[in-house]
Every structure is written in C-alpha cells, then in structure tokens.
C-alpha cells in the first residue's frame, strides 16, 4: 500500500473495511451480518465458511461460492486476527468482532 510522507497508509485500513461492508451488502442484499470462521461443517479440514444472517437475526441461505467468496473476503481484510474463533463483521458499522464475545455480551 502507498504511503504519504507521513508515513501514513494512503488508504487507511478503515475505509478498506467500509469498501468491503458495501461490497458484502451489494452481493447479498438483506445480509446484517456475516460470521466467518474456519470450520465448515461439511469439511475435516480448515476451511472458510461463513454464516449470513439478516437484522431479524435469521440466518439467510447462500449458494456455498457465494458464502466462501464472502468469508474469503473478509479474511483477507483481517489477515492478523486469530481464526481459530468465529468472528462477526457487522455491515452496518464495518466492525469485526469475536463471535463467543458478542454472545457474551447478550447474556449480561
């Protein structure tokens, strides 16, 4: 990524998750939120599955490309993050939060 003299990315990672809220909204539209993790069911091994869900709380069915290109997405927006544990990107605020500490805090 380019930097200006300050040093400072050019493009600041927050508008990079914006960007890729806007795109995930445009590609499933109803979509709320969408937790990622690693483990699919369907597969023994690691790999990206991701689960839509709508401002109801329901969860919404993809086709299983569309639900991998989004959860590939946005593990390339959060290279850094442990993905051992399911995390939720929220559309409407482009924040990416631990999917055991949002359940968490509902419980209190």
């Known amino acids: 990524m380019l930097a200006m003299p300050s040093g400072i990315p050019a493009?600041?990672?927050?508008?990079?998750?914006?960007?890729?809220?806007?795109?995930?909204?445009?590609?499933?539209?109803?979509?709320?939120?969408?937790?990622v993790s690693l483990t699919d069911p369907q597969q023994t091994w690691p790999h990206p599955h991701a689960i839509v869900k709508d401002e109801a709380g329901e969860t919404m069915e993809l086709v299983r490309t569309a639900a991998r290109a989004a959860a590939r997405?946005?593990?390339?927006?959060?290279?850094?993050?442990?993905?051992?544990?399911?995390?939720?990107?929220?559309?409407?605020?482009?924040?990416?939060?631990?999917?055991?500490?949002?359940?968490a805090d509902r419980g209190r």
């Open 11 to 35: 493009c600041p990672d927050t508008d990079r998750q914006h960007r890729l809220a806007a795109q995930l909204a445009d590609m499933i539209p109803g979509a709320a939120t969408i937790r």
């Open 73 to 103: 997405w946005i593990l390339r927006v959060w290279p850094k993050v442990d993905w051992t544990r399911p995390h939720t990107f929220d559309l409407a605020t482009a924040v990416l939060t631990r999917s055991d500490l949002i359940s």
